[in-house]
Each structure stands twice: as structure tokens, then as C-alpha cells.
């Protein structure tokens, strides 16, 4: 009766490590068909625009008054590269915004909730950058992608001290931004 109880209690988690295994590899299997399909679309995508980041910092390094201040949200890349000064827009590594009270207003994670568009444009940037900033269509305007961006694109003085530019980087990469109307020649000057 041992034996038979052994063997029974064997062949049920014979059979459980078998379903276990089973489902694993079939899991394994989707994991894996979804990160394939993930890549070729949302992490294709995000590893563009970093790739089109990069390329717009090295731009602005080649081209932009080393003086020149320029801001953005995304801080990353752009400033590495550019080597420029950057005032931040969500506030993460801006005193002044950072110790607003917290105001949940986006879907985005931490960091991102707090902004003050008359505190950015006191800055006087040179050069004003949206997420989104490179892409592969020259004649598409940068609009803003969050609501810090937005505030700030429809603060009265933006549309008064800032145009849009949109330089080629690349095949099929654009870069997008806006200058300030003012000190244009100044911080990127006009090719000889």
C-alpha cells in the first residue's frame, strides 16, 4: 500500500513539474513574441528619440553660443551632450519649482507634477525644447506634450519672445525647438 501511495504521490508531481515547465515555456514563449513586438514598436521608438536627443546635444554643442541657456523637461541627453545651461521646466532640478506645493495635474510619474512657466521664462532662455523635439517630418510644428509644456506654451510671453525652428540632424531626423526671437544670431549664428 506504501508503494502504491508513493508512486501516486510521484506520478501527481511528476505531472505538476510537467504543467509547471509547460507553462513557463508558453509564458517564456509570449514574453517573449510581446518584447519583440514592444521593441519593434515602444522601445524602438524611445531608443529613436534618444538616438535623435543625442544627435540634437551634439547639435547644439557645434552650434549654440556656449553661453547659451536652454530649457526643457526631459533633462538627460540634450544637456549631457550640449554642454549648455539648462533650466528645468518640471522642476526636478529647479529650487524655485521644486518647493511649490505639489499639485498633481499629469498622468506622469514623480517629478513631473510641478511647473511655473513665468519662473522658466524669468530665466530667459535661449532656446526652448519639447519632449517629442526630434522627428523624421520637417514641417511638423513642436506642440507641447505635458501640461508643464503646455502652461508654458500658452503663457503670453512665449508667443511673443519665441519662434519656431527646425533644423535637419540627420536623415529622416529633425530637431524642433524655439528660439528666442531677441538673441537669435546671438545664440546660434547664421551659417558663413
Not at 92 to 120: C, D
Not at 139 to 163: C, G, M, T, V, W
Amino acid at each position: 500500500m506504501d508503494d502504491l501511495l508513493k508512486n501516486s504521490a510521484r506520478a501527481n508531481l511528476n505531472k505538476y513539474v510537467y504543467l509547471f515547465w509547460t507553462a513557463f515555456i508558453i509564458s517564456a514563449g509570449l514574453l517573449t513574441f510581446e518584447y519583440s513586438a514592444t521593441k519593434r514598436t515602444g522601445l524602438a521608438a524611445r531608443y529613436q528619440n534618444l538616438l535623435g536627443a543625442k544627435k540634437a546635444g551634439l547639435w547644439l554643442a557645434e552650434n549654440a553660443d556656449p553661453s547659451a541657456k536652454i530649457s526643457l523637461g526631459f533633462v538627460g541627453a540634450i544637456p549631457y551632450y550640449s554642454h549648455l545651461n539648462t533650466v528645468d521646466i518640471w522642476g526636478i532640478t529647479n529650487k524655485e519649482i521644486a518647493h511649490q506645493p505639489f499639485n498633481k495635474t499629469t498622468t506622469l510619474g514623480p517629478g513631473h507634477f510641478k511647473h511655473n512657466a513665468g519662473s522658466v521664462l524669468g530665466e530667459e532662455p535661449d532656446i526652448i525644447i519639447f519632449n517629442g523635439c526630434t522627428i523624421a517630418v520637417p514641417d511638423e510644428i513642436a506642440k507641447p506634450q505635458n501640461p508643464a509644456e503646455r502652461e508654458l506654451y500658452e503663457h503670453p510671453l512665449f508667443s511673443s519672445r519665441y519662434r519656431h525652428e527646425c533644423v535637419q540632424l540627420g536623415k529622416d531626423c529633425y530637431f524642433r525647438f524655439y528660439i528666442n526671437k531677441g538673441r537669435a544670431d546671438k545664440v546660434i549664428p547664421p551659417p558663413r
